[in-house]
C-alpha cells in the first residue's frame, strides 16, 4: 500500500503573504518510508526572515490588545478547522515523518487537538500573585503580559504536536510568532498555517523555512525576536543559550534526553517488560523520553532480558501506512548511518540479543534492537541514540541504580518499577530528571509541565507552567491619597 498525501506547497508565510525563500538553496524532503522525494522547497535567506520578524513586530500590539476571549474565540475556530483536517494532517505527518498510521490515528494526532483546546482554556485565566498593600499606603497589582515575538524552531521526530506546543501558548497570551519547523519535515506544520491563514490577522503568525544552520540560526539570534522556543540537539541548544545569554533573553530549551528505567528485583516483570517494548520502540524509538536505557537488578535481569527479547521478535516492521505496523522507519539515512554507527561500535562484552542491522529494503528501517552487557561508559550509554536500540546494565542494589541512572549528561525522564511504593518514591524523588514515573513510563499529556533539568534544557512545556513562559509579570503600585480634613 502506499499513500499519496495531498499537495502541500512548501513555502513561506509572512505577513499574511506566501511566498517561496529568496535564495537559490535547493532542499529535497524525503519519505522515510520509501527513501523518495515528495517535494522540494527553497530555503529561507536572513533577509526572510528579517521580513518574517518585521511583520511580527508590527502584529504585535494589535493582537496583545485583545482579551484573552476575544484570541481565545479566534482560536477555538482554528482548532476546528484542525479538527475537520486531522485525516488529512495525520496523512501527511505519515509520509513525511514514517509514523505508523495506526499510532497516528489512536494516540498522537487526537492528542494533538486535545492540546490545542487545552492550551485556549489554560490561557484564559493564568494565576498572578493577590494585589495587596505590600508596602504601606501603596496596593500593589500584578499584570501576566505578552512577551512580544516569539521564535519557535521545531523538530524533525513530532513536527506538527511541538509546533502545536509552541505555537499555540504563545498565541493565546497575546504574543506573534515566526516558526520554523524541521527542514526534513516541513509538511504539517505549512498545512497548519495554511489553515491559520484566513483565522489570524496578518503577522500574528508566520512561517520560515530552511536550514537549521542557516534559516533557524538567523531566527533564534534575531534581535526582533523575545523569546526563543526550541525542541532539538544539545549542541544547537548551547549556541541559542549562548546567544540569548548575550542579548539578554528568554529561551526554553528541550534538548534530548536518555532516560534510565529503574527494574527492582520485586517489580512486576511482565508489566515492565511490555512497557519497555511499548515505550522503547514508540515512534521509532525517536523520543527524547523513550524507555531505551534498562537498569536491572542483576538477580532478574535474564529473566526480563528474555521477557523483552520475545516482545521485540513480535514487533511488525514495515511500511508506516500499514496498518499492522508497529515500528516504522527512522527519519533519514543520515539518522539511519548514525544510528549503525553506534551500534556497530558496542564494546566486545556487549551482547546483541536480538536486531542490531538496518533491513534490507527502501527507506530507513533499523530492527528493533537489544543490547545487554554494557557498562557506564560506554557510548551507547552516555550518548542518546534516538532510534529503535534498547540498552541494558544490571546492578546489585537500589543505591547503586540510582549512581548508575544520574550518571549521565541529560535529565528528562526516568521510571522505578517496583511494588514497594516506599522504596519507588525515595528513588523517583532521588533522579536528576525532570519527568519520572513510578510503574510506568511516557505517560504525558498537555495538562501538566514537561521538562528537563542539566544538558536536557530548560523551561517548561505544557500546563500552567508551561504557558507561563510566553509571559512576563509586570507589578503595578497605586499610592492611596489621604483625604483632606
Known sequence: ?????????????????????????????????????????????????DCAVAAARVAAPAWAALTPGQRAAILYTLADSLAANLDELRDLEVANAGKPISAARGEEFPLILDSMRYFLGAARSLPTQCAGNYVPGVTTMFRREPLGVVAAITPWNYPLWLAIWKVVPALATGNTVVVKPAETTPLTTTRFVELAAGLLPP???????????????????????????????????????AAATARPRR???????????????????????????????YNGGQ????????????EIAEELLGLITALLDKVVQGDPTDEDTMLGPVISASHLKRIEGLVARRPPY????????????????????????????????????????????????????????????????????????????????????????????????????????????????????????????????????????
Request: with cysteine; aromatic share 8%; hydrophobic share 40%.
Open 1 to 49: 500500500m502506499s499513500l499519496t498525501p495531498g499537495l502541500v506547497e512548501v513555502r513561506n508565510y509572512i505577513g499574511g503573504i506566501w511566498s517561496p525563500g529568496s535564495t537559490d538553496d535547493v532542499i529535497e524532503v524525503f519519505n522515510p518510508g520509501t527513501g523518495e522525494v515528495i517535494t522540494t522547497f527553497q530555503s529561507s535567506s536572513a533577509g526572510d526572515v
Open 203 to 241: 503577522g500574528v503568525l508566520n512561517l520560515v523555512h530552511g536550514y537549521g544552520a542557516t534559516t533557524g540560526n538567523y531566527l533564534a539570534n534575531h534581535a526582533g525576536v523575545d523569546l526563543v522556543t526550541f525542541t532539538g540537539s544539545v549542541a544547537t541548544g548551547r549556541v541559542i543559550a
Open 251 to 281: 529561551s526554553i530549551l528541550e534538548l534530548g534526553g536518555n532516560a534510565p528505567v529503574i527494574v527492582l528485583r520485586d517489580a512486576d516483570l511482565a508489566d515492565a517488560a511490555a512497557t519497555i517494548a511499548t515505550m522503547g520502540l
Open 287 to 298: 523520543e527524547c523520553m523513550a524507555a531505551t536505557r534498562v537498569l536491572v537488578d542483576e
Open 350 to 485: 556487549a551482547r546483541v540479543l536480538i536486531g542490531g542491522r538496518r533491513v534490507d529494503r527502501p527507506g530507513y528501517y533499523f530492527e528493533p534492537t537489544l543490547i545487554a552487557g554494557l557498562e557506564q561508559h560506554d557510548e551507547l550509554i552516555q550518548e542518546e541514540i534516538f532510534g529503535p536500540v534498547i540498552t541494558v546494565q544490571t546492578f546489585t542494589g537500589a543505591d547503586e541504580a540510582l549512581a548508575l541512572a544520574n550518571d549521565v549528561p541529560f535529565g528528562l525522564s526516568g521510571s522505578v518499577w517496583t511494588e514497594n511504593i516506599d522504596e519507588g518514591l525515595r528513588l523517583t524523588s532521588a533522579l536528576h530528571f525532570g519527568n519520572v514515573w513510578l510503574n510506568t513510563h511516557l505517560a504525558v499529556g498537555p495538562d501538566f509541565p514537561l521538562g528537563g533539568f542539566n544538558e536536557s534544557g530548560y523551561g517548561k512545556e505544557g500546563g500552567i507552567a508551561g504557558i507561563e513562559e510566553f509571559t512576563r509579570v509586570k507589578a503595578v503600585g497605586l499610592r492611596s491619597r489621604t483625604p483632606t480634613v
